[in-house]
C-alpha cells in the first residue's frame, strides 16, 4: 500500500444527517486536487447515540481510502482527535469538523503553504452572533489568563507533520487539545506559518461545544495542562509566524 501524503482525521459526535455529506465532498473535492497526492481519510465515531454508526457505514462504501475508528462511549473532541492523530500514518495531517462548516479546499489550501515548516495554522473569518462572540472571548481570556497562551489568532484548523504530531505527548480531551498542540509546536521551536480561513454555516443541527459541561470540562483541562506544562518546564512564548 502507498503511503498517504495526506491524512484528514473527521470526528463525529451524533452528527447522523452531516457526516455521508461532508464525506463525499472531503473526497470529490481531494480527488480534484492532484497536488494532495495518495490521501486517506479516518472517520472517529466518538460514541454517536445516534444513527452516526449507520451513515459512516453508508459513506465509506468500502473504499480502502478510508478508515473507522469507534469510541463505545463519548470521550470528546480531543480524545476522538488523537485517536485519528495515533492511528494516522499520511507525511502532513490535518482535520475537518463533520459539521460541514470547513471545506477540503480550505485545509487544501493550508497544506500547500506549508513547504519547509513544520505546521500551518488558521485563523477564522465567519459571522457569528453574539454569544458565540462572547464565548469565544472568554475563553481566549482564560486561555490567557491560565496558560499564558492567547489563541485568537490560531482558532482555525491546521496542517502539520506527520512525525511530529504523532511524537507530540498530547494529553487534553477536549477541544483544548488543539491549543495544546499549538503550545507544545512554540516550545519546541517548530517552523509556524499561517493563513486565513473561510468558514461557512453547518449543514445541519447544533454545536456540540457551547455548552456549560463542555466548558467547564475546558476550564478544568486548562488548569490541569498549566501544572503538567509547569512540571515539565516547557514554555508556550509564541514568535511571529511568516
Not at 513544520?118 to 473569518?125: F, G, N
Not at 465567519?126 to 489568532?153: C, E, K, Y
Not at 507533520?161 to 505527548?169: A, K
Amino acid at each position: 500500500m502507498i503511503e498517504p501524503n495526506l491524512t484528514i482525521v473527521i470526528p463525529a459526535f451524533n452528527e447522523a444527517e452531516n457526516v455521508r455529506p461532508v464525506v463525499a465532498m472531503t473526497m470529490r473535492t481531494l480527488d480534484e486536487h492532484p497536488a494532495a497526492g495518495p490521501y486517506e481519510v479516518i472517520l472517529v465515531n466518538d460514541g454517536s447515540t445516534d444513527g452516526t454508526a449507520a451513515a459512516i457505514a453508508a459513506a465509506t462504501d468500502n473504499d480502502p481510502r478510508i478508515r473507522v475508528l469507534t469510541h463505545e462511549r463519548n470521550r470528546g473532541l480531543g480524545a476522538a482527535l488523537l485517536t485519528g492523530y495515533r492511528a494516522s500514518t499520511g507525511r502532513y495531517v490535518t482535520l475537518l469538523s463533520a459539521d460541514g462548516e470547513i471545506g477540503a479546499d480550505q485545509v487544501l489550501a493550508l497544506y500547500d503553504r506549508i513547504g519547509d515548516r513544520d505546521l500551518v495554522l488558521s485563523r477564522r473569518e465567519r459571522d457569528v452572533n453574539a454569544t458565540r462572540t462572547t464565548l469565544s472571548a472568554g475563553f481566549n481570556w482564560l486561555s490567557s489568563m491560565i496558560l499564558g497562551f492567547d489563541p485568537s489568532q490560531y482558532m482555525g484548523v491546521y496542517v502539520i507533520r506527520g512525525t511530529l504530531l504523532r511524537g507530540l505527548p498530547l494529553v487534553s480531551t477536549t477541544g483544548l487539545m488543539n491549543i495544546e498542540l499549538q503550545m507544545r509546536c512554540f516550545a519546541m521551536g517548530c517552523r509556524v506559518t499561517s493563513a486565513v480561513l473561510q468558514i461557512r454555516p453547518r449543514l445541519s443541527g447544533e454545536s456540540k461545544v457551547t455548552n456549560a459541561r463542555t466548558i467547564l470540562k475546558v476550564l478544568y483541562e486548562m488548569v490541569r495542562l498549566r501544572a503538567r506544562l509547569a512540571i515539565s518546564g516547557s514554555t508556550a512564548a509564541v514568535k511571529a509566524v511568516s
